[in-house]
């Protein structure tokens, strides 16, 4: 069974820095191992639609919202199973619960808050 598992959110003062982490499991069971995965961070604030935050690909190619582009960097650990985003510059805006998801498929992890204060 597929699991994702997010860790590393917190309080953090306007201006502040966050690592975000998301250990994938389960992925060979399914027939896909995460090196050929795609990956994608989202984000759900108080009140609003879960958006997208970034994503990679398993030619490490990036897309960013708008909103954090050159705040934000997603990354990956293969090795590890792991995929990182790098938050730094943190506004109030960016407060919410962080989830990450395998591109395309149904699997999500539960999600890290992150409340940025001002």
């Known amino acids: 069974q597929v699991q994702l598992v997010e860790s590393g959110g917190g309080l953090v003062q306007a201006g502040g820095s966050l690592r975000l982490s998301c250990v994938v499991s389960?992925?060979?069971?399914?027939?896909?191992?995460?090196?050929?995965?795609?990956l994608g961070w989202y984000r759900q604030a108080p009140g609003k639609e879960r958006e997208l935050v970034a994503r990679?690909?398993?030619?490490?190619?990036?897309i960013y919202a708008d909103s954090v582009r050159g705040r934000f960097t997603i990354s990956r650990d293969n090795a590890k199973n792991t995929v990182y985003l790098q938050m730094a510059t943190l506004k109030p805006d960016d407060t919410g619960v962080y989830s990450c998801t395998l591109t395309g498929t149904p699997y999500w992890g539960r999600g890290t808050q992150v409340i940025v204060s001002s």
């Open positions: 990679i690909t398993s030619s490490a190619t990036t």
């Open positions: 389960g992925t060979t069971v399914s027939g896909t191992a995460f090196r050929y995965t795609s």
